[in-house]
């Protein structure tokens, strides 16, 4: 079966640093791929989706300039949290949709905590 | 917009009983209908994808259903185990979208 991977599994910071996490399909081509973010005790929230070879498209409420998404391949898209405070702690979880087949499948998370 | 809810929010039933978690959206043109899993701290486990054209999915104690005219799926989880205790989350997208998560509900299987 198809296969995200996300690197780091779990990655714990200093505030005012940046960190970059990576989201890849592994056996398919995805032109596009969806970055959410999970709070304690809440549910997944679309954050972005990211375009391969073109610029993001941000969810209200979700500064561009603080969460950059780079789409450079067909296989791997960029999330990176510049500046990061302790409020941006949280489960960073990615998808990426078959180029052929649109279906839609899940990396298993990136743990964020700012210290 | 596609707009997802699930009842209840919390269940707690003793080992054995069998049980039916609700979802519900908004949205009727749905392509996918998706139902994970999600253990405290982790990630998600992908139980059971529905497609528009589809009206259930099984498998070994679950079973999905998919009512695209009254915009509601139910996943039904029989004999239950302490083993199934865990927060299930249901999730809609529409054709080329992403996924809309509902709030989820967190299911407690007590031995």
């Known amino acids: 079966g198809a296969v995200v991977s996300q690197h780091p599994s779990r990655v714990i910071c200093k505030s005012g640093t940046s960190v970059k996490i990576e989201c890849r399909s592994l056996?398919?081509?995805?032109?596009?791929m969806f970055w959410y973010r999970q709070f304690p005790k809440q549910s997944l929230m679309l954050m972005a989706t990211?375009?391969?070879?073109?610029?993001?498209?941000?969810e209200q409420g979700v500064e561009k300039d603080k969460f950059l998404i780079n789409h450079a391949s067909l296989t791997l898209s960029t999330l990176t949290v510049t500046s990061a405070h302790p409020e941006d702690s949280s489960f960073y979880i990615c998808?990426?949709?078959?180029?052929?087949?649109?279906?839609?499948?899940f990396g298993p998370g990136t743990r964020l905590t700012v210290t | 917009k596609q707009e997802v809810t699930q009842i209840p929010a919390a269940l707690s039933v003793p080992e054995g009983e069998n049980l039916v978690l609700n979802c519900s959206f908004t949205?009727?043109?749905?392509?996918?209908l998706q139902w994970f899993r999600q253990d405290p701290g982790k990630g998600l486990t992908s139980l059971l994808l529905?497609?528009?054209?589809?009206r259930e999915q099984t498998s070994g104690r679950l079973n999905a259903s998919l009512d695209k005219s009254s915009g509601r799926s139910t996943l039904y989880i029989a004999a239950s185990q302490p083993g199934d205790s865990a927060t299930y989350l249901c999730?809609?997208?529409?054709?080329?979208?992403?996924?809309?998560f509902g709030p989820g509900t967190r299911l407690s299987v007590l031995p």
């Open positions: 949205d009727s043109a749905i392509y996918n």
């Open positions: 998808s990426a949709r078959d180029s052929g087949s649109y279906e839609q499948y």
């Open positions: 999730a809609a997208s529409n054709y080329g979208q992403n996924f809309v």
């Open positions: 056996d398919f081509q995805a032109t596009t």
């Open positions: 990211s375009n391969e070879g073109s610029k993001a498209t941000y």
């Open positions: 529905i497609q528009s054209s589809q």
